[in-house]
């Protein structure tokens, strides 16, 4: 990965170079850095995590996941065609000239915010396997681990993030059938005896997963990582077909993640699920295969840090105008490595990922849920996407902090951010 960041360290001639390669992706690049970014070691973690306290209620997830990516595939070529016109690097840039300045500062803010801690939790991930095996201070070993990510990042720029993006996705595609090998060595011929609740598809409540199924579809639609992957592609076609060649892929491995889930629960019926992944590499016995199943999930982590830093210093670049001058690309340099610095901190003070991730992805929905309205109904004001927007970030915010309960987060969050878009959208005009 270091090699690929040294290779492409002096192609990097413009903005537009440096953070989406010059809008010049094939879908090969697209599909695999697409597929890499969401297919993140914590959505893993936190998949089978899932899946493990609450059985196979988590195949919502998995099909929410599904419908709601096949149905970006199909707006994503009016995202193209946008952000191309309006030479846009971020989401904001994309909606500014429909919901103003004021929601572009705002909603950059929640980005930043957001991005930030999904760089925090993929280097808790990473330091966490490689601190179980190396038997190695945790600190000395996140910030190895972690800096060596940021290196690469930081030097190459985008087109370094998309080929390692590539190479990873095959890792990854690798490591989790293995996982079920380490299982196997576990449970071997036993009868398995899984709870009965477990086997209840409608285990955790119609209304929770009714707004889990609709926060996941929306969350790609707040999802500036992907958005990012739609303007580099080269045309709209590609980034279409892109789409939904990654919808299948990832559908597929959110699906392995239930009975990985199931099966980790009859073998370790007592062990924190934040803990399972490290535990099943670990079972994994014959030479050479434990190298390969870690190198696939250090993989899985560095291919959304790398992504989430490059996100993140666009932001802070283009949507606050922070720098005019010619040295904006080592500028953006030094914002990724302080970000990197700011993810390793908050690395080192977090435990739980499960709900830091489930609470991530209920932030990506709010946002979702007002730039898909934004770009299909034109009764959307800056009033309207401004207050829901703070409104939902809000309130999932402190519901989860004051309650632990990010299931309950979703509905908290989700009902008062469309409640408000739609009634304020109506009752507030659009300044023409």
Known sequence: MLIIGFHHRKHKNSLE????SDRKLSTLHVVGSTFSTLIALSFVFAGTAFAYINGISAIWLSLAALLGFVIFAFVSPKIKELSDSKHAITIPELVEHRLGRKFKLISSLIIITIFTLVVATEFLVAGSILTSFLKTPFLPTLIIASAL????????????????DVIQMFLIMLSIPLMFFGLYQIIGGAPLTVPAELLNPFNIGIPVIGSLFLITMLAYFGSQDIFQRVYASRDKPTARKSMLITAVIVFSIFLLTIPLGLLARVAFPSINPNEIIPTLIQQVSMTGLIGLLIAGYLATANSTADTELLTVASNIIRDFKTVKTKNIIAVSRLIMLIIGGVGIAI???????????VTLINLFGILGVIILATLFWKRVSPVS??????????????YTIFTGDFLGATLVGLIPTIVLLVALSILVKQKT
């Open 149 to 164: 990510v940021i290196l690469y990042s930081i030097i190459g720029g985008f087109k370094t993030v998309v080929i390692t």
């Open 385 to 398: 996407a401004t207050t829901s927007l703070v409104t939902g970030f809000g309130a999932t915010i402190v």
């Open 347 to 357: 690395a080192a003070l977090t435990k739980d990922i499960l709900t830091l991730v």
């Open 17 to 20: 170079d440096f953070f989406l």
